[in-house]
């Protein structure tokens, strides 16, 4: 068919055709404008109108960290994913270290616990712990039967609760993430690091942790992330009775009070730069991370 | 400990100290769900026994023509959603194999952009800019829609593009041009079909995901269209009874998926290797 009939300029149908090929991106690009770009620059030009003055400038951020509550959410935020992101990278590079020197039958049991576990979040993990810790929970229970304190009088609907339920979503992820990471250590290193006279924990803190850093700070931001924006896990348990950054920008656009554009979209940039600044360490760390695993 | 591990073999034999580590670690994860399962059998557990074996919460529940309701909707909003964004994408992935491989680059941020934003900041934006334009558009049901083809965006591109890459589908189109057949056909009738077992992977990834999502389909349906999320939100105050079990369904149902992507995923790599 192309040799006979566009013989006469070949070259041009070529062209056409191309062109006529670009039409299969417009049903994406349509849809990506209309509910990814075109959203995310409401929330920028919302954030941009003051809403007292309604005229352009900061108006809104100056008003957002001047306010104690907005200021309290920003800070709730950030310590209770960064602390529940670095609890996680804990445990999650000890399991994996262990998952790595074990069996295959070890292996394989645990890392299908963290498969099936890695989905138990939001909503239903919310319940679950407040079945398991809350106000007649199973373990308050047993912590008022017999006298242990922590049990008793743990407040599940706070932040002390939050961060028990971050960090129970953070470890399966973690750990998947890491997992991989170790098998860029090589058996090899280990006997060169003995015949070297290293200890133990010369050879974990000056060859293991160092060569898998950028892997550990990479899953660092991801979980980071990870927490910033979690919302239904934290709106199961505290609705919006709590200071923390999702909730309180839901809370502007959705429920009792009235909408609030301005200093939800204020409030939504801020977490989104917070979002993007972890996006980037992540992709830094990434990069680096497969550099060196070539040149290994 | 570490000079355990340091005669054991690796790869071998498991040494104490780690099993015990992944014992714990492994028991942590388990018992929120345990305990939410055993409370869904019981009629009580006000002391440190439950008492009362029943299977009434699941009658109940299985007798509440809300819950099919809210099931059903969820599994259309899954198989929807995941259906237009595949769609969508294996049409712009043409462009990106037969016509211009540099927008392989633009096509990857913007796919990557919803992974990095998550459910919050995507559900505000999408009401805030179409509630009340009294078009279709601020239907509460094409928001969600819209709203979810994005929140998948980055799952399903990655799938179809490691599949598109593995069966080399610039040089199948290649060579079927070169037999004289256009691209767009060679596109359709030797690409696609090679990387359908590709797309199933991470289709039904993009689906758990859909049926797990309280966010977008809380702050932009609400109650006028309540997913199982939403269901079991509503349920939480009123009965803890009827909520176990709702917990133990949706884990089920992912668990089952997850399954499934687990076994697709290890019989892919195994025939990989050979």
């Given at each position: 068919m192309?040799t006979?009939?566009s013989?006469?300029?070949?070259?041009?149908?070529?062209?056409?055709?191309?062109?006529?090929?670009?039409?299969?991106?417009i049903?994406?690009?349509?849809?990506?404008i209309?509910?990814?770009f075109?959203?995310?620059?409401?929330?920028?030009?919302?954030?941009?109108?003051?809403?007292e003055?309604?005229a352009?400038?900061?108006?809104?951020f100056?008003k957002?960290?001047?306010?104690?509550?907005?200021?309290q959410?920003?800070?709730?935020?950030v310590?209770?994913?960064?602390?529940?992101?670095?609890?996680?990278?804990?445990?999650?590079?000890?399991?994996?270290?262990?998952?790595?020197?074990?069996?295959?039958?070890?292996?394989?049991?645990?890392?299908?616990?963290?498969?099936m576990?890695?989905?138990?979040?939001?909503?239903?993990?919310?319940?679950?712990?407040?079945?398991?810790?809350?106000?007649?929970?199973?373990?308050?229970?047993?912590?008022?039967?017999?006298?242990?304190?922590?049990?008793?009088?743990?407040?599940?609907?706070?932040?002390?609760?939050?961060?028990?339920?971050?960090?129970?979503?953070?470890?399966?992820?973690?750990?998947?993430?890491?997992?991989?990471?170790?098998?860029?250590?090589?058996k090899e290193?280990?006997?060169?690091?003995?015949?070297?006279?290293?200890?133990?924990?010369?050879?974990?803190?000056?060859?293991?942790?160092?060569?898998?850093?950028?892997?550990i700070?990479?899953?660092?931001?991801?979980?980071?992330?990870?927490?910033?924006?979690?919302?239904?896990?934290?709106y199961?348990?505290?609705?919006?009775?709590?200071?923390l950054?999702?909730l309180?920008?839901?809370?502007?656009?959705?429920?009792?009070?009235?909408?609030?554009?301005a200093t939800?979209?204020?409030?939504?940039?801020?977490?989104?730069?917070?979002m993007?600044?972890?996006?980037?360490?992540?992709?830094?760390?990434?990069?680096?991370?497969?550099?060196?695993?070539?040149?290994? | 400990?570490?000079?355990?591990?340091?005669?054991?073999?690796r790869?071998?034999?498991?040494?104490?100290?780690?099993?015990?580590?992944?014992?714990?670690?492994?028991?942590y994860?388990?018992?929120?769900?345990?305990?939410?399962?055993?409370?869904?059998?019981?009629?009580?557990w006000?002391?440190?026994?439950?008492?009362?074996f029943?299977?009434?919460?699941?009658?109940?529940?299985?007798?509440?023509?809300?819950?099919?309701?809210s099931?059903?909707?969820?599994?259309?909003?899954?198989?929807?959603?995941v259906?237009?964004?595949?769609a969508?994408?294996?049409l712009?992935?043409?462009?990106v194999?037969?016509?211009?491989?540099?927008?392989?680059?633009?096509m990857?941020f913007?796919?990557?952009i919803?992974?990095?934003?998550?459910?919050?900041?995507?559900?505000?934006?999408?009401?805030?800019?179409?509630?009340?334009?009294?078009?279709?558009?601020?239907?509460r049901?094409v928001?969600?829609?819209?709203a979810y083809?994005?929140?998948?965006?980055?799952?399903?591109?990655?799938?179809?593009?490691?599949?598109?890459?593995?069966?080399?589908?610039?040089?199948?189109?290649?060579?079927?041009?070169?037999?004289?057949?256009?691209?767009?056909?060679?596109?359709?009738?030797?690409?696609?079909?090679?990387?359908?077992?590709?797309?199933?992977?991470?289709?039904?990834?993009?689906q758990s995901?859909?049926?797990?999502?309280?966010?977008?389909?809380?702050?932009?349906?609400?109650?006028?269209?309540?997913n199982?999320?939403?269901?079991?939100?509503?349920?939480?105050?009123?009965?803890?009874g009827?909520?176990?079990?709702?917990?133990?369904?949706?884990?089920l149902?992912?668990g089952?998926?997850?399954a499934?992507?687990?076994?697709?995923?290890?019989?892919?790599?195994?025939?990989?290797?050979?």
């Amino acid at each position: 068919m192309a040799t006979s009939s566009s013989a006469s300029s070949p070259a041009k149908a070529t062209k056409r055709r191309m062109w006529l090929g670009y039409a299969a991106l417009i049903p994406f690009a349509l849809v990506v404008i209309a509910y990814e770009f075109l959203p995310l620059a409401q929330i920028l030009i919302d954030s941009l109108i003051g809403k007292e003055s309604g005229a352009p400038g900061l108006e809104n951020f100056i008003k957002i960290f001047t306010t104690p509550l907005y200021q309290q959410s920003i800070w709730n935020s950030v310590w209770i994913s960064l602390l529940s992101a670095v609890v996680g990278i804990v445990v999650a590079f000890l399991a994996a270290r262990f998952a790595y020197e074990s069996s295959e039958r070890v292996r394989g049991v645990f890392t299908l616990i963290l498969n099936m576990m890695s989905n138990f979040s939001g909503v239903p993990l919310a319940f679950a712990f407040m079945v398991l810790m809350g106000n007649s929970g199973v373990l308050t229970i047993m912590g008022r039967t017999w006298g242990i304190p922590f049990l008793a009088d743990f407040d599940l609907y706070g932040s002390q609760g939050l961060v028990i339920l971050y960090i129970y979503f953070q470890i399966p992820l973690a750990t998947l993430l890491l997992l991989p990471a170790f098998s860029g250590i090589r058996k090899e290193w280990r006997e060169a690091a003995i015949i070297l006279k290293a200890t133990p924990i010369d050879y974990w803190f000056k060859i293991v942790i160092p060569n898998l850093m950028p892997s550990i700070l990479g899953t660092l931001s991801v979980l980071f992330s990870n927490a910033l924006a979690a919302y239904a896990t934290a709106y199961a348990l505290v609705m919006n009775n709590f200071a923390l950054l999702p909730l309180q920008i839901t809370s502007k656009f959705k429920g009792d009070v009235q909408v609030d554009a301005a200093t939800g979209s204020a409030l939504a940039v801020v977490l989104i730069l917070l979002m993007v600044a972890c996006t980037l360490i992540n992709n830094h760390f990434t990069k680096r991370a497969a550099k060196g695993r070539e040149i290994v | 400990m570490s000079a355990h591990s340091k005669s054991a073999p690796r790869g071998k034999k498991t040494s104490l100290g780690a099993k015990i580590f992944l014992a714990v670690v492994g028991l942590y994860l388990l018992v929120p769900f345990a305990v939410t399962f055993i409370y869904s059998l019981f009629v009580e557990w006000t002391d440190i026994l439950p008492s009362g074996f029943t299977l009434r919460n699941y009658i109940e529940l299985f007798s509440n023509a809300t819950f099919w309701a809210s099931i059903g909707r969820t599994l259309v909003l899954c198989l929807v959603s995941v259906v237009i964004t595949i769609a969508l994408l294996l049409l712009a992935m043409y462009v990106v194999v037969a016509i211009n491989r540099k927008l392989g680059n633009v096509m990857q941020f913007v796919c990557m952009i919803p992974y990095a934003l998550q459910g919050v900041i995507l559900s505000i934006g999408i009401i805030s800019l179409y509630t009340g334009t009294g078009t279709v558009l601020s239907n509460r049901m094409v928001m969600l829609f819209g709203a979810y083809t994005i929140l998948v965006l980055p799952y399903i591109y990655q799938g179809i593009r490691n599949a598109l890459n593995a069966i080399d589908a610039e040089m199948l189109i290649q060579a079927a041009e070169m037999l004289g057949c256009s691209r767009f056909r060679a596109y359709v009738q030797v690409v696609l079909p090679n990387i359908v077992s590709g797309i199933l992977v991470s289709s039904l990834l993009a689906q758990s995901i859909v049926f797990g999502d309280f966010v977008l389909a809380n702050n932009i349906a609400g109650t006028n269209y309540q997913n199982i999320q939403v269901f079991l939100q509503a349920n939480m105050d009123k009965s803890s009874g009827l909520s176990s079990a709702i917990v133990v369904i949706i884990f089920l149902v992912v668990g089952a998926v997850t399954a499934l992507v687990l076994k697709l995923q290890s019989s892919a790599r195994k025939t990989e290797k050979e």
